[in-house]
């Protein structure tokens, strides 16, 4: 195993490098397409910051493949992302490489002309769709208890489709303060690196470390004071880039605990997404409407600063990490063990932070005959916020 160390290490640091030296040309182009994030209620900066991060991070990717490639050609190092690799490899890499293009070229757009959800959603799907018919899908799920495998036939396609559009989006919607979703990244990327190797998966190994040198090189601008957000070209890049490392590290036959483990590595972007997905539902509003109730705005109401959150979240996120390398190391039974325990010691925190409580209502404006939403504690609304506290006795009230 020795002799693929070297190229490891050098794919991680040319995308570190990379990463540190496109960083500043990605700020720039944001400035000039005027994909600037202004200051607002719903937002934590409190001057312009420009996004479009993502840039970097794209940069530095196709560099470390690129650097691969040519090594591999030149120097004989193992094929491990090859674009133009020898016969039998285990994915057609190139089109994976397209799919991950078209979600981050969707992420552009979407920072330079906000796209509208169907529109955002179809990108992805397109570039999802890429991918997986270059043969990145689990068609065989095997029973833990048994051995016996379960033929996903013909829905293996739609439901990797599905899998790798919903991981997208995690991310997305967890990228809400400075370096928050670059760090979680970092951290699930270096977490996959390990599994991956552990594994005997190099190619998905390779992946992960490439993506880790990405977001670290990234995050050196993006931590607080933040000079530069990512955008959705960054954070739907991270969440499909990651979603990729996972199916390719259980191959195209897949353990159903081993499916358990990159949702462990991503537990906290979807336990915000799952939390936020029932907390609208409950208020009555659109799934997509935005709200102060994510994991950041919890924390922070609770008297954290920006970079106070940020570490908890890093943490919390560096303990499930460590738990999915444990399970690996297990039998089946140990294995399911330790996921519950990390499920529901996640779940009663969440509960702790009340990140299913409603943070928003709809409410009849009679002087404007509108439908506004307004948050329950606000005391211009208090005859709306009482009604709503009948109905949902365990909301907290005004001040807790």
Request: proline letters at 6%; glycine letters at 10%; one cysteine or more.
């Amino acid at each position: 195993m020795i002799e693929w160390w070297g190229p490891f290490v050098l794919l991680f640091a040319c995308s570190l490098i990379i990463a540190l030296l496109a960083t500043p040309l990605a700020r720039r182009v944001a400035w000039s397409a005027g994909a600037v994030d202004q200051p607002g209620a719903r937002r934590i900066n409190r001057k312009p910051i420009p996004r479009m991060g993502g840039i970097a991070i794209f940069l530095a990717i196709v560099a470390s493949i690129l650097l691969g490639e040519l090594g591999a050609s030149a120097f004989g190092w193992p094929h491990l992302l090859s674009l133009i690799g020898p016969f039998g490899m285990r994915f057609d890499y190139p089109r994976i490489l397209l799919g991950l293009s078209v979600v981050f070229l969707t992420g552009v757009i979407d920072d330079i002309r906000t796209l509208t959800p169907k529109q955002k959603l179809l990108g992805q799907i397109l570039g999802t769709c890429i991918t997986v018919s270059g043969g990145l899908v689990i068609d065989v799920v095997v029973n833990p208890f048994t051995n016996e495998g379960i033929e996903l036939g013909w829905v293996a396609f739609p439901i990797t489709v599905i899998y790798l559009v919903a991981y997208t989006n995690i991310f997305n919607l967890i990228d809400g303060l400075d370096g928050l979703a670059a760090g979680i990244a970092c951290i699930a990327s270096i977490t996959m690196w390990i599994v991956s190797t552990m594994a005997g998966h190099l190619d998905a190994a390779a992946f992960a470390l490439v993506l880790a040198g990405a977001t670290l090189g990234f995050l050196r601008y993006n931590f607080n004071p933040a000079s530069i957000f990512m955008g959705d070209s960054g954070s739907l890049l991270i969440g499909f880039a990651l979603g990729c490392i996972s199916l390719m590290s259980v191959q195209r036959i897949a353990g159903l605990t081993s499916i358990l483990i990159p949702l462990v590595i991503a537990g906290i972007p979807i336990i915000d997404t799952f939390s936020a997905i029932v907390r609208r539902g409950r208020a009555h509003v659109s799934i997509g409407q935005a709200d102060k109730g994510h994991i950041h705005h919890r924390l922070m109401s609770e008297g954290f600063n920006q970079r106070q959150t940020v570490l908890f979240i890093y943490a919390w996120t560096a303990v499930l990490c460590v738990g999915s390398v444990m399970m690996t190391q297990v039998e089946v039974v140990p294995r399911i063990f330790i996921f519950c325990i990390l499920v529901v010691s996640s779940i009663l925190f969440a509960l702790r932070l009340r990140l299913f409580q409603p943070v928003l209502l709809h409410h009849y404006n009679p002087s404007t005959g509108a439908d506004e939403l307004v948050t329950p504690q606000d005391p211009e609304f208090a005859e709306e916020a009482e009604k709503f506290e009948e109905q949902h006795p365990h909301f907290p009230h005004p001040g807790e």
